[in-house]
T-cell receptor, first 117, second 113 residues
Framework: GAVVSQHPSRVICKSGTSVKIECRSL??????MFWYRQFPKKSLMLMAT?????????EQGVEKDKFLINHASLTLSTLTVTSAHPEDSSFYIC?????????????FGSGTRLTVV | GESVGLHLPTLSVQEGDNSIINCAYS??????FIWYKQESGKGPQFIID?????DKRQGQRVTVLLNKTVKHLSLQIAATQPGDSAVYFC????????????FGAGTTVTVRA
């Protein structure tokens, strides 16, 4: 089946540094990639949608300059958390639409646990 | 606010029994509903989906029921196994929202041996 490969799975960084998270679609092309953030014991919150060849669209309240999204190719989307602070610590997950066992589901990456110290 | 929500945050089930996880939604314009399973530290895993013009759909050991009259969705898991322990989310998407997924709060299912 379709797979979205997300790396790294875990990352610890110092405050003020930037961290890049990559999501690659394997064996299929993802023209769109959704990026989510999840706090402990909470639901997934959509942050932004990356589109290959155009600018990402951000959900209300999400800082564009803090969370830089790039969709470099039909198989790669990246999220860069810039000047990270402890409050950016969270679980980040990407998802590509249209590629799942069912007709209507999306395929998710395995997530990245970001800890900012 | 959320367009989908779950009735109970936790559910404890005896191994071998059937599980029923409920979800309520508010937007009658939803086109699709999807159930996801998320294990600790992992991304959500697709379980089953249903189109809004359907009432029932069955998969392997799972059944999703959709009651549009009361805007209620349920996931039934037959013969619950220890591996079913996870957090379950219902989600909806619609054409008018560019098919973005909106997730409910999640139900943590714990299977007792």
């Amino acid at each position: 089946g379709a797979v979205v490969s997300q790396h790294p799975s875990r990352v610890i960084c110092k405050s003020g540094t930037s961290v890049k998270i990559e999501c690659r679609s394997l064996d299929f092309q993802a023209t769109t990639m959704f990026w989510y953030r999840q706090f402990p014991k909470k639901s997934l919150m959509l942050m932004a949608t990356s589109n290959e060849g155009s600018k990402a669209t951000y959900e209300q309240g999400v800082e564009k300059d803090k969370f830089l999204i790039n969709h470099a190719s039909l198989t790669l989307s990246t999220l860069t958390v810039t000047s990270a602070h402890p409050e950016d610590s969270s679980f980040y997950i990407c998802s590509a639409p249209g590629q799942a066992p069912g007709a209507y589901g999306y395929t998710f990456g395995s997530g990245t646990r970001l800890t900012v110290v | 606010g959320e367009s989908v929500g779950l009735h109970l945050p936790t559910l404890s089930v005896q191994e071998g029994d059937n599980s029923i996880i409920n979800c309520a939604y508010s937007n009658s314009a939803s086109d699709y509903f999807i159930w996801y399973k998320q294990e600790s530290g992992k991304g959500p895993q697709f379980i089953i989906d249903i189109r809004s013009n359907m009432d029932k759909r069955q998969g392997q050991r799972v059944t999703v029921l959709l009651n549009k009259t009361v805007k209620h969705l349920s996931l039934q898991i037959a013969a619950t196994q220890p591996g079913d322990s996870a957090v379950y989310f219902c989600a909806e998407k619609r054409y008018s929202n560019d098919y973005k997924l909106s997730f409910g709060a999640g139900t943590t299912v714990t299977v007792r041996a």
